[in-house]
Nanobody
Framework: QVRLVESGGGMVRPGGSLKLSCSAS????????MTWYRQAPGRERELVAA???????DYVDFAKGRFTISRDNAKNMVYLQMNNLRPDDTAVYYC????????????????WGEGTQVTVSP
């Protein structure tokens, strides 16, 4: 029943911006923290940002100052605004539902979207 659907990916030049969206259904959205992860070819899936039910946020170092995670509980949506994109931001970006007290490990995610491709290239 749980479903997460990402959108908003695409190709952008270095320094450009994209806003990703994740539509959630099949669970009480307001009761769960949410995350964005990403995975580049040849690399393991890594956390990008996390947001609590009350919109407290946390970011990994590469995202700080460039990315903003937000949520709209009335719409069951979570967003990732990405600015000043770099080529090494190229990856498939996933939203995920946090199942436990920790958001920094994929093992605590119990639902994933299929991902949206972000490509940063000149």
């Amino acid at each position: 029943q749980v479903r997460l659907v990402e959108s908003g990916g695409g190709m952008v030049r270095p320094g450009g911006s994209l806003k990703l969206s994740c539509s959630a259904s099949g669970f009480i959205f307001n009761d769960y923290a949410m995350t964005w992860y990403r995975q580049a070819p040849g690399r393991e899936r890594e956390l990008v940002a996390a947001i609590s039910v009350r919109s407290q946020t946390d970011y990994v170092d590469f995202a700080k100052g460039r990315f903003t995670i937000s949520r709209d509980n009335a719409k069951n949506m979570v967003y990732l605004q990405m600015n000043n994109l770099r080529p090494d931001d190229t990856a498939v970006y996933y939203c995920a539902k946090v199942s436990g007290p920790y958001y920094y490990t994929t093992r605590q995610m119990d639902a994933w979207g299929e991902g949206t491709q972000v490509t940063v290239s000149p």
